[in-house]
Antibody, heavy 118, light 106 residues
């Protein structure tokens, strides 16, 4: 059974930093690309960042470029998101998600809540 | 930038068909995927690559695509189908999500 254990979310002041982790199990982590997708309260889904299975390719939404860094540890099946210079607009539930390139997102984590206070 | 436009809401009577559209220039160029998100839950993939139904998804869900519009159809809407639905395409490793449609079953 596929499962994700997300951690690292919480309340942080504007300008602060957080590191999200997402520990995956139940599927071949290293062969799946991974993404972070966030959802602000009452809003739609917003893609944040993706990383290839081998970690050789990554990309970021314009809204987080230069502030967020995605990484992964395939030996431990963990996905990370380092978030710096946080603003109120980063307040959201952050979901980790697994997919094969070009295909739909097969697996979604329940998400971890990040709240940035101003 | 890529944009995918969906109707804000769709209302459907119990047992009747519901259709949700997804429009945008990138629709014709890429495979479209559809997700269902119930309140307080993570999204679930209901249609993969335009028209493929993942294992465990009821047959009443189907997808199609024309040149610039993708369509998700629920052939006979059930109470449990009340949810938000999102279309999505990939541009390399960038995911583009539609604006989302709230489906209400009356």
């Amino acid at each position: 059974e596929v499962s994700f254990l997300a951690s690292g979310g919480g309340l942080v002041q504007r300008g602060g930093s957080l590191r999200l982790s997402c520990a995956a199990s139940g599927f071949s982590f290293s062969t799946h690309a991974m993404s972070w997708v966030r959802q602000a309260p009452g809003k739609g889904l917003e893609w944040v960042s993706s990383i290839s299975g081998s970690a050789t390719t990554s990309d970021y939404a314009d809204s987080v470029m230069g502030r967020f860094t995605i990484s992964r540890d395939n030996a431990k099946s963990i996905l990370y998101l380092q978030m710096n210079s946080l603003t109120a607009e980063d307040t959201a539930i952050y979901h980790c998600a697994a997919f094969y390139r070009g295909s739909g997102i097969d697996y979604w984590g329940q998400g971890t809540l990040v709240t940035v206070s101003s | 930038s890529y944009e995918l436009t969906q109707p804000l809401s769709v209302s459907v009577a119990l047992g009747q068909p519901a259709t949700i559209t997804c429009g945008g220039d990138s629709v014709g160029l890429q495979s479209v995927h559809w997700y269902q998100q119930r309140p307080g839950q993570a999204p679930v993939l209901v249609i993969n690559r335009n028209s493929n139904r993942p294992s465990g998804i009821p047959e009443r869900f189907s997808g199609s695509k024309s040149s610039d519009t993708a369509t998700l159809t629920i052939s006979s809407a059930q109470i449990g189908d009340e949810a938000d639905y999102y279309c999505q395409v990939w541009v390399n490793y960038r995911a583009v999500f539609g604006t989302g449609t709230k489906v209400t079953v009356l």
